[in-house]
């Protein structure tokens, strides 16, 4: 054909001009100034009829009435579209098919994807009667149609599913429509920037609107179809590789939608295997032209199948989804219905919406977590607990034996903790103080008092070493105060002995003598008796112990979990403390609180959390914190070196031994590893002590040791007898040493920044100025220069694990997840407004209904229940 070019600018100006509305803006001067132009410049073309039949049509168009722009434009474009394509018509149908084509029911009431005309080209003479496709898979399994479905049917009773797509559903645990109905996308592709060909960004991610102007198969070992989209503005080309099919469909002068990145491809850009669909101004987009949900996929489940489906589950069933949340709360908190949240959340409308949705979704699963938990705190708070009268001599006389006087923070504290020990119901208290702020002597207070109110305490460590170090150090400090040893006997201190039977007294010296107590320290008969239980102990000591600690003779046993996993009685608890918490799970609290009648519960720890996740995963207590570290402390100087310079760290160590400090190097492996490139514990050991600084003392800890033995290191390394210790992570929780004042992390890349921030806490614990020396050559990840870098900017834990919650994302940022923490899938954890919300809200409904037995929540106590097994499930 003479022309092509110039009627091809025609038709394209027609197209956009009817596109535009007919409002006679597709050009700068108007289409009678364009066509004029035109005219003069390809006159010859005239002598194509459907050329001058189009510019006849179009005479005086800016005179014509709306309507008859409207019809005329679309003559006109149909007559030059049949230049190009005398012989060929394109069928609407076929080039609608998606890749699991639902077979359209009489019945339907539109649902999403069934046919309609496409595109402004005029129908074609014979449209293919369409039938279900040969592959039986693609037909509806079920005859049910789509609007009839029920939340828990299962996903076979959903039209247009194939049992290759209810499998791969399968595989993500998915069964039902309610299960696909919370499937939710974990992004979304902003298409719905409609945007000129001629001003597409390499690099974004855009949605074009056009007409297909070329259509090429190109052979070879990988077959593609090439396809030129052109609008008023300019072409691209698209390119779909191993989809022959696609001929067929993308047909020549077909005005399609696409939406996909652009990329370039020698020096052109070039759209490969955009999302495409028949152009379709007045139907709901489903791929395209949109913020297109981009769900969790698996083997074998293509994108387009998912959406298409769950779109249709969503259409079906967020209409009549029960609402569990009491439409009080849902209007206080302006929250959107459920449905409409659910459907939102899948295909949303734009930003905002999603946002709201979210927003509705993130503040349902806070809610479950916090009806979960303050429930729970609620019920052991209904029970009855002891009411110890605090004794504000026995409090003055433990000051007297501190060398120094207690900070604000932790008077604070213990006045908190006083409070709740003096009501009769169980304290649930979490103190949270970073490392060294002191949280030993605030357990000690707490125990003092419950002890001198006639009850006995126990405190829990998470490792041997640690229940003995609180052990020493709670001895020497409690040893030396006086208690009353019960109440009724308070008057008369002395009377109980006396009124021992010989074989009692012998008893008691025995155990007295197991406690390592001399008659000074026993205060005759007054001072606190702490005992230790741990595995160390002797078969008849152990039972002496046991004896002891049922008889009530006894005051304070520290240990490990053996404490409430083996079956010690006692004979009556009335203070538990819980160091180091993040070791003991929500159940091993349960069963310690199981073994005392209803004790005071004090948990204690040092991996500062941000305030969110407090509030999750220690939902069910209430806090103390210790935010203010005892006076007189040097700030650790911390500093990240490359391998190539540890000599300068070295000759640091050498220069502290000098002064008579110790030092720590962690390493985080125990042996040589083939695949890192990093020093175990055992070679740094072997080269410090062979090489490096063979005339100093070098020992070496590692996991893998015997409890024993490893306490036989720490000891030994706490009495100075060693000058550098060499360890694994095992040395992470509560060592005070303060004697040390260098530490040295390998690898320090490995770790993260609440568990570097706990190796240096292992510092700094005396008077001594100290330090941290991070070492790593990994300063090409950023996540790892981040966290190094905050390392050496800040001390304070709280900041720093605000960090890494950000950095890392909570599910990781305990190394491992915590058991029974529930997983969210919408809300974050940054989250604290939304998460304030939903404590008020929780702890208002609980107030009203603590067993969610009304009527009016029997949906939102199903919802709660399942999601805690869930999560049991899960942790
Ligand atoms: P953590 O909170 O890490 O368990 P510790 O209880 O082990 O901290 O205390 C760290 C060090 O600080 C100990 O040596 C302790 O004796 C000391 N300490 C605690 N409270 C004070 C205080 N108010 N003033 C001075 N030193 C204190
Ligand atoms: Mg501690």
């Known amino acids: 054909m003479q022309y092509r070019e110039p009627i091809i600018t025609l038709g394209r100006v027609l197209a956009a001009e009817q596109r535009g509305g007919c409002k006679d803006q597709a050009t700068a001067q108007g289409l009678d100034h364009f066509l004029a132009d035109w005219q003069a410049a390809h006159g010859e073309a005239l002598a194509e009829p459907a050329v001058r039949s189009a510019l006849e049509l179009l005479t005086d168009y800016r005179a014509q009435t709306l309507s008859a722009r409207y019809t005329h ?29 639902v077979a359209p029911r009489a019945d339907a009431p539109s649902p999403p994807h069934t046919t309609q005309q496409a595109d402004a080209s005029p129908p074609p003479p014979k449209t293919r009667t369409r039938k279900p496709k040969t592959r039986t898979s693609a037909a509806p399994l079920d005859p049910k ?104 469909q993308l047909t020549v002068g ?59 589950v969503v259409d079906a069933v967020t209409p009549k989804v029960p609402d569990y949340l009491p439409a009080a709360v849902r209007t206080r908190r302006n929250l959107l219905p459920l449905g409409s949240a659910l459907a939102q959340i899948h295909y949303p409308a734009d930003a ?38 605090f004794m504000p001599e026995l409090h003055a006389e433990l000051q007297q034996q501190l060398p120094f006087s207690l900070t604000a923070a932790q008077r604070r504290s213990l006045d908190e903790i ?26 000690a207070a707490a125990l003092l008092q419950a002890i001198g109110n006639g009850f006995q305490g126990a405190l829990m460590a998470p490792t041997e070493i640690l229940a003995e170090q609180h052990y020493k150090g709670l001895k020497q400090l409690l040893g030396r105060v006086a208690v009353p040893r019960s109440a009724a006997q308070a008057s008369d201190e002395n009377a109980w002995q006396a009124e021992l039977d010989p074989e009692e007294a012998a008893r008691l010296a025995e155990i007295k003598a197991i406690l390592g107590m001399s008659e000074a ?44 996993t083996e079956s010690v009685r006692f004979h009556a608890l009335g203070l538990v403390v819980v160091d180091e918490q993040h070791r003991f799970g929500v159940e091993q609290r349960q069963r310690l609180r199981d073994k005392g009648f209803n004790p005071h519960l004090l948990v204690m720890t040092a991996t500062p959390i941000p305030r969110t996740l407090t509030m999750t995963i220690y939902g069910d207590l209430d806090t103390s914190l210790l935010d203010e570290l005892p006076p007189g402390r040097q700030a650790i100087r911390t500093r990240w070196v490359r391998k190539r310079e540890r000599d300068k760290a070295y000759r640091h160590v050498r220069r502290e031994v000098e002064k008579g400090r110790q030092v720590f190097v962690i390493c985080p492996l125990v042996e040589e590893s083939e695949t890192l490139d990093l020093p175990s514990a055992e070679e740094m050991y072997e080269q410090l002590q062979g090489t490096i600084f063979p005339d100093l003392r070098v020992t070496l800890l590692h996991g893998r040791m015997l409890p024993r033995e490893k306490d036989e290191v720490m000891v030994a390394f ?158």
Request: hydrophobic share 40%; glycine share 10%.
């Open 718 to 875: 706490r009495e100075r007898q060693y000058d550098i210790l060499v360890a694994t992570s095992v040395i992470e929780v509560g060592i005070d040493i303060p004697n040390a004042s260098t530490i040295i992390i390998e690898g320090a890349e490995r770790f993260g920044l609440a568990q570097l921030h706990q190796f240096r806490g292992r510092v700094g614990r005396g008077q001594h100025q100290s330090y941290c020396i991070l070492i790593s050559d990994k300063d090409d990840n950023e996540a790892t220069k981040q966290r190094l870098e905050a390392m050496e900017a800040s001390t304070d834990g709280f900041k720093l694990a605000e960090i890494d919650l950000n950095l890392r994302g909570p599910g990781e940022f305990f190394g491992t997840r915590q058991s029974g923490t529930p997983d969210l899938k919408i809300a974050g954890l940054t989250d604290t407004r939304l998460l304030h919300a939903a404590r008020e809200e929780a702890v208002a409904i609980l107030e009203a209904d603590l067993q969610l037995a009304q009527a009016e929540h029997a949906l939102l106590r199903q919802k709660v229940e399942a999601f805690w097994a869930e999560a049991a499930k899960a942790g």
């Open 73 to 101: 434009i679309q003559r006109a474009i149909t007559g030059l579209r049949a230049l190009f394509r005398p012989a060929q018509q394109p069928t609407p149908s076929a080039a609608l098919a998606l890749e699991h084509e």
């Open 254 to 312: 077909r005005m399609i939608t696409l939406s996909g990145k652009v990329s370039t491809f020698n020096g052109l850009r070039q759209l490969t295997s955009p999302a495409w669909e028949p152009y379709m101004p007045d139907v709901e987009s489903l791929h395209t032209g949109r913020l297109v949900p981009v769900h969790p996929l698996t083997k074998g489940l293509i994108e387009r199948n998912a959406r298409a489906a769950i779109k249709l």
């Open 352 to 389: 905002a919406q999603m946002q709201r949705a979210r927003e509705r979704l993130g503040f349902d699963e806070f809610l479950f977590i916090q009806l979960g938990v303050v429930q729970r705190k609620l019920l052991w708070q209904g029970e009855l607990g002891y009411q110890l009268r």
């Open 418 to 443: 006083f409070g709740d020990m003096a009501h009769p119901k169980p304290m649930a208290r979490l103190l949270q103080g970073d490392v060294g702020s002191g949280k030993t002597v605030v357990a």
């Open 145 to 248: 149609p789509a609007f009839d479905l029920e939340l828990s049917d299962g996903l076979e009773r959903v039209p247009g599913l194939s049992r290759t797509d209810i499998n791969a559903f399968k595989r993500l645990g998915l069964r039902t429509v309610e299960d696909l109905l919370y499937h939710f996308p974990h992004r979304y592709d902003d298409f719905s920037q409609q945007q000129g060909i001629a001003h597409l960004v390499v690099g974004s991610s855009v949605t074009i609107v056009g007409e297909i102007t070329d259509v090429q198969l190109r052979g070879g070992p990988r077959p593609r179809v090439e396809v030129v989209v052109s609008d008023e503005s300019g072409s691209i080309k698209a390119v779909y590789f191993n989809q022959p099919w696609l001929m067929k």
């Open 521 to 564: 320290d026993d205060m005759e008969g007054k001072g606190v008796r702490v005992a230790l239980l741990t595995g160390s102990l002797g078969a008849r000591e152990r039972r002496r112990v046991l004896e002891g600690i049922a008889k009530g003779d006894i005051d304070l046993v520290v240990g490990t979990h053996a404490l409430i």
